[in-house]
């Protein structure tokens, strides 16, 4: 059965400080592993990681993929109140048609 | 917003009702994804369905069940609801029949069943 572990499964951080989420999987016919945001509805994208070792940033937040080790990380930097949300780690699986959603990590930064 | 519509935003109904979930995709997208968000399950895939055929299946009841139109939207039909189908459903859309990259979700549909 396909799998997406997530932890923390939460955490409560101050502002400025560093963050490290983590992913990991077993999946059927691995495609891609992709990090979402969650504020108060809709998750939004952050990255799509398909190749190992690749590091994609977006300002503050940055993540790896190790397709040895089946997992990702997810950093983010210089923490602020808007950060506060569920991060959501998925992995595309099987024919590209399935996303398995990790159970998320909530994270909270206290200003 | 991420161009992918959903309705209702809240529901409120009893259990043994009937319920429909309505989705209109991203102009352009051909594929539809629901999806069940519920406290204690995190995001459940339950189907896909690519240019009117459903194209992968997840951990969808026997309860539910879906369809895409010719124009594209898609409707999530839920009966027999029982207390625990409580949860948020979300709608997705896609370009092709594989994810492929992101996935366009929806504000999602509120169901609670009392």
């Known amino acids: 059965e396909d799998k997406v572990v997530q932890s923390p499964l939460s955490l409560v951080v101050h502002e400025g400080d560093t963050v490290t989420l983590n992913c990991s999987y077993e999946v059927t016919n691995f495609r891609s592993l992709l990090w979402y945001k969650q504020e108060k509805k809709a998750p939004t994208f952050l990255f799509m990681l398909t190749s190992s070792g690749i590091e994609k940033k977006s300002g503050r937040l940055s993540s790896i993929l190790d397709k040895k080790e089946l997992s990702s990380i997810l950093n983010i930097t210089a923490t602020q109140t808007g950060d506060s949300a569920i991060y959501l780690c998925?992995?595309?699986?099987?024919?590209?048609?399935?996303?398995?959603f990790g159970a998320g990590t909530i994270l909270r930064v206290k200003s | 917003d991420s161009g992918v519509t959903q309705t209702p935003k809240h529901l409120i109904t009893a259990t043994g009702q009937r319920v429909t979930l309505r989705c209109s995709p991203r102009s352009g997208d051909l594929s539809v994804y629901w999806y069940q968000q519920s406290l204690d399950q995190g995001l459940q895939f339950l189907i896909q369905y690519y240019n009117g055929e459903e194209r992968a299946k997840g951990n969808i009841l026997e309860r539910f069940s879906a369809q895409q139109f010719p124009d594209l939207h898609s409707e999530l039909n839920l009966s027999s609801l029982e207390l625990g189908d409580s949860a948020l459903y979300f709608c997705?859309?896609?370009?092709?029949?594989?994810?492929?990259?992101?996935?366009?979700f929806g504000e999602g549909s509120r169901l609670t069943v009392l």
């Open positions: 997705a859309s896609s370009w092709g029949g594989a994810i492929d990259g992101e996935l366009f």
């Open positions: 998925a992995v595309e699986a099987e024919y590209g048609n399935k996303l398995v």
